[in-house]
């Protein structure tokens, strides 16, 4: 795939103008939805794209649309989950800050198919450029008509408010996301009930990333045909992906999910910088590194979920060898637990103990047993908890003990590893 979509008018340095965006085909997938479709076939049409999330779950975004109830008698609610905190990330960024249209356009979509008249975009409190961006395309939207009561001539309306994080990791799991809005601390909660049928305010909310919502002018614009034509069949359409790390050629980069992992570092990335990987992390810190033994899998949900990782958010970070791994897992697993929330003691005890036990490893003062203690941490907090952040820490946590234990054994043996 060598045109661009959701990327197209990155390199254009007014490409967050209403009128450069409306110049390149802007808001016509807005006008196509609004002006030839129910919402009801909003949805089914976005089902037949099968647009899966692109946030973290892969889940599919028209059945998601679908739970919301019809006749509940509540206001229906939208929200952008903009609040990227996955370290590795920060493809969203640069959507909000160069392209904002593309995600207010693709809001206004999914309110229409949702029967929401009032979207929250919820961006990180660090996103000081994107709020700002974000912004100027929400006021530019209202003056244009595209946003306001009876948005080009129809019988729908919609409100679109901005709400700044405070900086908190957790928020960026929806239920917790929402608390935020309300005004309460940021903290998962049990589930179900879904979003879909009690979220903001106990209302029906339907929760989608940036990336998610950016997708959806181009299925208006360019067809249903045009995206399923991207990509393996049951992960369809352009997706986004963060290279970082020990790395030639790191950014973001438009591609569809058939592509290799090994292609991607190499024909993207240009290669390892000393040469030669050791590993990598597909989509962001949560998911369990794969090393460069297998990196051959295909960079869609089901490919990796195959081989014991997952897609996630997409950012890829390399490794090369002269990464430690015991090292990567001491920071990763410091960072999950500085942001967990503290609600749920097998998160909270649990990753404060395997931080512990990895400090002590990096520093030369391991025990033989320390590795079959984290195995046994990792058991007691995996699936044990009210959201995914602490799945996440623990999966991640076993990844590393599976594909280099030899380090973690040199480590306390030797107190170093090997070059």
């Known amino acids: 795939m060598n045109e661009q979509a959701l990327l197209k008018n990155i390199r254009n340095p007014d490409a967050s103008d209403i009128t450069v965006y409306e110049k390149s085909g802007g808001y016509t997938g807005l006008r ?10 909003v949805i089914e049409k976005v089902k037949s794209s099968g647009l899966r999330g692109r946030g973290g779950a892969g889940f599919p975004t028209g059945m998601k649309w679908s739970f919301v109830p019809k006749d ?10 903009a609040d990227e905190g996955e370290p590795g990330t920060f493809k969203d960024r640069l959507l909000m800050e160069r392209d904002p249209h593309q995600l207010v356009e693709g809001m206004i979509i ?27 395309a929400i006021a530019a939207a209202y003056a244009a008509g595209y946003l306001g009561k009876n948005i080009l001539g129809s019988d729908f309306s919609l409100d679109m408010y ?14 917790a996301l929402l608390e935020s809005i309300e005004g309460k601390r940021g903290q998962p909660k049990l589930k179900p009930p879904f979003p879909a049928v009690a979220g903001l305010y106990q209302c029906p909310t339907v929760v989608n990333n940036v990336e998610t919502f950016a997708c ?16 393996p069949a049951d992960a369809p359409g352009p997706k986004l992906f963060c290279l970082s790390g020990h790395l030639n050629k790191p950014g973001v980069y438009e591609l569809p999910m058939d592509i290799s992992l090994g292609d991607l570092l190499e024909n993207y990335g240009r290669g390892a910088r000393t040469g030669k990987f050791k590993a990598a992390i597909p989509g962001g810190v949560s998911a369990p590194m794969i090393p460069s033994s297998g990196f051959d899998v ?3 949900f089901s490919s990796l979920a195959a081989v014991d990782s997952m897609l996630g958010s997409a950012g890829v970070i390399a490794l090369d060898e002269t990464a430690s791994i015991p090292s990567v897992a001491r920071r990763t697993t410091e960072f999950f637990s500085h942001e967990s929330c503290g609600k749920c003691a097998p998160c909270r005890e649990g990753l404060t103990w395997a931080a512990k036990i990895l400090r002590r490893i990096e520093a030369g003062d391991g025990l033989p047993d ?5 195995e046994v941490l990792c058991g007691g907090i995996f699936g044990l908890t009210f959201c995914a952040l602490g799945d996440g820490a623990a999966w991640a946590l076993r990844a590393t003990l599976k594909h280099f234990p030899h380090e973690y054994e040199a480590l306390i043996k030797n107190r170093s590893i090997p070059a």
């Open 72 to 81: 509940s008698g509540k206001p229906h609610y939208l929200c952008c989950n």
């Open 216 to 231: 959806l002018p181009h299925i208006f614009r360019r067809g249903v045909d045009w995206f399923t034509s991207i990509g």
């Open 370 to 374: 320390d590795p079959a203690q984290l």
């Open 162 to 175: 901005i709400h700044k994080g405070a900086g908190a990791y957790i928020c960026g799991e929806e239920t």
């Open 110 to 136: 999914a309110a229409y198919a949702i029967n929401s008249n009032i979207a929250y975009v919820y961006i990180r409190g660090e996103y000081f450029l994107s709020i700002s961006r974000v912004e100027e």
């Open 298 to 300: 295909q960079m869609d």
């Open 32 to 41: 196509k939805a609004l002006g030839t479709c129910s919402p009801d076939e």
